[in-house]
């Protein structure tokens, strides 16, 4: 907005001062007739008035596997990192608490840069639910 005006201040102020002279006017103040300079009035290009984003190529299912397996390998309180398939359930396979659960899922989240609110938290009890999960977000990555 602040940039706008000063546009406009500009424009305006280049179209008042650079005005042509008419002929009688120049042979009465004896000057000889300024050529109009063509003033200078930014034109803004289609593109420039939109808001582009890049989106960024969703992610498949085999990445989401690798790095929750790698984050699940780390987790010390995983019994067998062996045990750690696309089946897996944290508490039946992994031997995970609830409490644990909980700390998975939030490091899921810190990994995917994602927000699970507790309601889907809730459903998340094992590897494939959480790659599906996060499959299906448009903003992780």
Same mark, same amino acid.
């Given at each position: 907005? /602040? #940039?706008?005006? &000063?546009? *406009? !201040?500009?424009?305006?102020?280049? #179209?008042?001062?650079? =005005?042509?002279?008419? !002929?009688?006017?120049? =042979? =009465?103040?004896?000057?000889?007739?300024?050529? *109009?300079?063509?003033? /200078?009035?930014?034109?803004?290009?289609?593109?420039?008035? $939109? *808001?582009?984003?890049?989106?960024? !190529?969703?992610?498949?299912?085999?990445?989401?596997?690798? =790095? &929750?397996?790698?984050?699940?390998?780390? /987790?010390?309180? $995983? %019994?067998?990192?062996? %045990? &750690?398939?696309?089946?897996?359930? /944290?508490? %039946?396979?992994?031997?995970? +608490?609830?409490?644990?659960?909980?700390?998975? $899922?939030?490091?899921?989240?810190?990994?995917?840069? &994602?927000?699970?609110?507790?309601? +889907?938290?809730?459903?998340?009890? !094992? $590897?494939?639910?959480?790659?599906?999960?996060?499959?299906?977000?448009?903003?992780? %990555?």
């Amino acid at each position: 907005m /602040f #940039r706008t005006a &000063i546009v *406009r !201040s500009a424009a305006v102020a280049t #179209r008042t001062a650079v =005005r042509p002279m008419t !002929s009688a006017a120049a =042979r =009465r103040f004896a000057v000889a007739p300024v050529p *109009r300079v063509a003033s /200078f009035v930014p034109k803004t290009v289609a593109w420039q008035a $939109v *808001r582009c984003y890049a989106s960024g !190529s969703s992610l498949d299912k085999v990445e989401v596997y690798e =790095r &929750i397996k790698q984050l699940l390998s780390g /987790f010390d309180k $995983v %019994n067998d990192p062996s %045990n &750690i398939t696309e089946s897996a359930h /944290f508490a %039946n396979d992994l031997g995970l +608490d609830s409490l644990d659960t909980v700390e998975v $899922v939030m490091a899921i989240e810190e990994e995917f840069s &994602i927000e699970i609110p507790d309601k +889907d938290a809730d459903t998340i009890h !094992s $590897v494939d639910k959480a790659v599906e999960y996060i499959v299906s977000q448009p903003d992780a %990555n």
